[in-house]
């Protein structure tokens, strides 16, 4: 039987986005295993039948616990003899591209979710992250990417195949999952927040930390105090909470905003919901907002890598630069003032977020799979 290896930094990222692929090969007769650090959510892996592996990895690539996590993973090749392993994340990615140059271990494929180094980021990580992946690149038989200025830098890295970077549409979204139009439930899950018919909420769903800049959307609607009927929801959970929680109550917000911490019930969520938000420094393919798509909502967004890749300033949302309020009220303003304004950018989401369906992807995925491994 052959044996796969997915390797990421967190057992997060395995369970949040690449399940159908491991059930992919799992429907082909492959045995499954994953490198990851594993967490309090390890059960739901071992539950669909995959062999796990704690691995001490830690996100900063300057943390002497990832050479603990290199020697981890050569073992781990050296007793399983893999025939296929595909990395992501990018110290997780590094250093599984460097225990499998060790062990002589191939063919390897990385999906890069977002490289590190991009137009605008600091030199620091120009220099630590973009020499990882250059060096990393000479270990590698594939490389996915899912945004056009990733795939554009990719080219440029001396892979071991040559023509084997790819470009997908993400990782796949359930799209029927999103598509809620039950106008009762609504209603009433609306009811059981404390919102009317004629409320306006807006939604971001993501980590709370100092990349998603959450900041910006929460400077703009002390601008936007005025309206009475402007309710802000956000879902995540990270370092920035308390931050964030003093400073919604410092500027007057409390009645506004409401911090829900780790949710399941997204769909629910977006469903009671008239505009979803992303102000992110940083993206790779932000499936948040491709959850948004597919649910119909209008988007306001920075004009950021990954973001642009998803949102046609003026077609289903608006894309508005990083850090600046006013063009922010702007945006929300306009989808505030005008129902039929959010149902046409809604639908026309809809429309393009059909590309990046599971299906549509797990055929691009089949392609490359069978273009460098089976």
């Not at 296929?84 to 590094?94: M, N, S």
Request: glycine share 6%.
């Amino acid at each position: 039987m052959k044996k796969i290896l997915f390797i990421a930094t967190v057992e997060s990222h395995i369970l949040n986005f690449h399940i159908p692929f491991i059930q992919y090969f799992q429907n082909k007769g492959c045995e499954v295993h994953v490198a990851t650090k594993l967490g309090n959510r390890q059960d739901e892996l071992k539950k669909l039948g995959i062999v796990c592996y704690d691995i001490d990895f830690e996100r900063s690539p300057y943390s002497f616990s990832n050479l603990k996590a290199l020697n981890q993973l050569i073992k781990i090749m050296r007793e399983d003899k893999y025939s296929l392993i595909h990395v992501h994340t990018p110290v997780g990615a590094f250093l599984g591209r460097l225990a499998a140059k060790i062990t002589g271990t191939k063919p390897v494929i990385y999906t890069a979710h977002g490289f590190h180094f991009y137009k605008g980021a600091s030199i620091k990580n120009w220099l630590i992250y973009y020499t990882m992946e250059r060096l990393a690149a000479h270990w590698t038989d594939g490389l996915i990417t899912m945004n056009d200025e990733d795939y554009n830098a990719a080219k440029r890295f001396k892979l071991r195949k040559s023509n084997a970077v790819f470009y997908v549409h993400g990782v796949g979204l359930d799209i029927d999952k999103y598509n809620i139009s039950d106008k009762n439930e609504r209603k009433q899950t609306r009811k059981a927040f404390g919102f009317g018919e004629k409320d306006i909420v807006i939604l971001t769903v993501a980590e709370l930390n100092a990349n998603k800049n959450h900041k910006q959307i929460l400077d703009s609607l002390i601008k936007l105090k005025s309206l009475d009927n402007v309710y802000y929801l956000i879902v995540g959970i990270g370092e920035y909470e308390c931050y964030l929680k003093k400073y919604v109550e410092e500027n007057g917000l409390s009645g506004k905003v409401k911090l829900l911490g780790f949710r399941l019930d997204i769909p629910d969520l977006l469903n009671i919901s008239d505009i979803f938000a992303l102000t992110s420094m940083r993206e790779g393919l932000p499936r948040c907002i491709m959850e948004a798509m597919a649910a119909g909502k209008p988007v306001v967004a920075t004009d950021v890598r990954g973001n642009r890749d998803l949102v046609k300033d003026g077609t289903n949302g608006y894309l508005v630069p990083l850090d600046d309020v006013n063009a922010t009220v702007d945006a929300l303003q306009n989808l505030i003032e005008s129902e039929d304004l959010r149902k046409k950018m809604g639908d026309e989401g809809r429309k393009i977020i059909q590309d990046y369906s599971i299906d549509k992807v797990l055929k691009e995925m089949d392609e490359i799979y069978r273009r460098l491994f089976i």
